[in-house]
């Protein structure tokens, strides 16, 4: 099977170029920087320098200026460094000119979460959606990735007509294994969404766990439901939706579904990619926002978040929003006060020591209190189908057998309210917050 290989081996050691453009706020590059640092390491690789050079007019050879190249080259050569990434995007001539004057490999911030998402994935759709991004990206930087493609070919069972180039051939095998896996993700993709309306079907309540990569959401819904969902301190460490079911203070069940993480400047190919993965937010109830509250640039992440939610067309959405690892700042008593100020419908827990895990619920339960009715019912012994219904949604509190027939007390979502109306007694009652 035809592969796109750009980097025959892994490469050990890393230099990283930040871009200070203009109208950047002041220390927006170094923050930049900071997270890309964070990237790289998280792809075992040793950083060996940083530089950090400000561009007020893009060379369209380099990127930067000559002077600067110049240095980095000399700089990469003198300390045997064998990758140089750029924290912005470098276009396929740019990237070709870097690598052959440089001699290394030289990558961009773009390429870079490709390759942690290639790691990470586990599940065929996940790696799927991996694929077709990094595909799309390597398409045009084709003549980066293969030494040979200047030589011509004459006709053959892979040639469409005599003296086809090599990059010809290798380009249409690129585009057939794209239009490839895009068929076999519509294959997947198509069981999901099955899969998604049979729970649908279930009227119970969904939301969506969101956020920056590495705030701690996958941690956070363990603390929830009691799962063991993989959360580790790594950028991207979920890729593939995992759903689980809680119980809220008042009975009413809720599925969570956590999701792949944020990340400024993260790269359209895989936003696109991951549309699918990233609907089990377009489609749920509410979602729940979760913050790192001792990140220093949790305001940047937040407006990260709400972008991505907007493209997705989730951004009306009824949000609780969550600033999660309180447990690490309470000797920081004045940054605590001041978020409780600026957020103060907001909740702040320890998804690791539990603390706060109960006000969440609760506000969970608030959102959906206008969903869901209790009721008193009395079931004929002869209608047993009713209350099969009604335990397949699991909203049976308590449930008594009569002479008279079956009591129940049930939390039901108020669209099946219809279909059990002959059978209430003692009228109806709000849901209790």
Not at 280 to 295: C, K
Not at 299 to 316: D, N, P, R, W, Y
Request: aromatic share 4%; net charge neutral; proline share 4%.
């Amino acid at each position: 099977m035809f592969e796109v290989k750009e980097k025959p081996r892994q490469v050990e050691s890393a230099l990283l170029i930040g871009i200070q453009r203009p109208g950047m706020d002041a220390n927006e590059g170094d923050q930049l920087l900071d997270e890309l640092n964070d990237l790289v390491e998280t792809l075992g690789i040793e950083i060996r320098g940083r530089r950090m050079l400000t561009l007020r007019e893009p060379n369209p050879h380099y990127l930067i200026g000559k002077g600067n190249a110049i240095k980095i080259i000399e700089q990469v050569k003198a300390e045997k460094i064998e990758l140089i990434v750029f924290d912005d995007d470098l276009s396929p001539a740019q990237q070709r000119n870097w690598e052959s004057e440089s001699g290394v490999c030289v990558i961009d911030r773009q390429e870079g979460i490709l390759d942690i998402f290639g790691q990470r994935a586990t599940t065929r759709e996940a790696k799927l959606q991996v694929t077709l991004a990094q595909l799309n990206y390597s398409l045009p930087r084709l003549k980066r990735a293969w030494t040979h493609l200047h030589r011509q070919r004459g006709g053959g069972t892979l040639m469409r007509g005599q003296g086809e180039t090599q990059l010809e051939a290798d380009r249409r095998m690129v585009q057939t294994r794209i239009a490839r896996v895009r068929k076999d993700l519509a294959s997947v993709l198509k069981q999901r969404s099955i899969q998604r309306k049979k729970r649908l079907k279930k009227p119970v309540p969904t939301t969506a766990i969101v956020g920056y990569t590495n705030a701690g959401k996958s941690s956070l819904l363990n603390a929830i439901t009691g799962a063991s969902v993989l959360a580790e301190d790594k950028l991207f460490a979920t890729l593939d939706p995992t759903t689980r079911q809680c119980h809220l203070p008042t009975g009413q069940k809720l599925l969570l579904s956590d999701t792949v993480g944020f990340l400024r400047r993260l790269p359209h190919d895989l936003v696109d990619a991951f549309r699918a993965t990233l609907e089990e937010a377009v489609v749920s109830d509410f979602l729940i926002h979760v913050l790192d509250l001792t990140h220093p640039e949790v305001e940047k992440h937040h407006e990260t978040t709400m972008e991505v939610l907007t493209s997705l067309g989730a951004h009306e959405k009824r949000i609780i929003t969550v600033f999660n690892k309180v447990d690490l700042c309470e000797g920081n008593d004045l940054r605590l006060h001041s978020l409780r100020l600026q957020a103060p419908n907001s909740c702040f827990v320890s998804a690791s020591s539990g603390k706060g895990i109960d006000e969440l619920l609760q506000k969970c339960a608030t959102m959906i209190a206008d969903e869901v009715v209790k009721l008193d019912l009395l079931v004929p012994h002869d209608r047993y189908d009713v209350i099969n219904k009604l335990h397949e949604v699991d909203c049976i509190r308590d449930k008594q057998t009569e002479p008279d027939g079956v009591h129940l007390q049930c939390l039901l979502p108020v669209q099946l309210r219809k279909e059990v109306s002959e059978f209430i007694i003692n009228g109806e009652s709000a849901l209790a917050i």
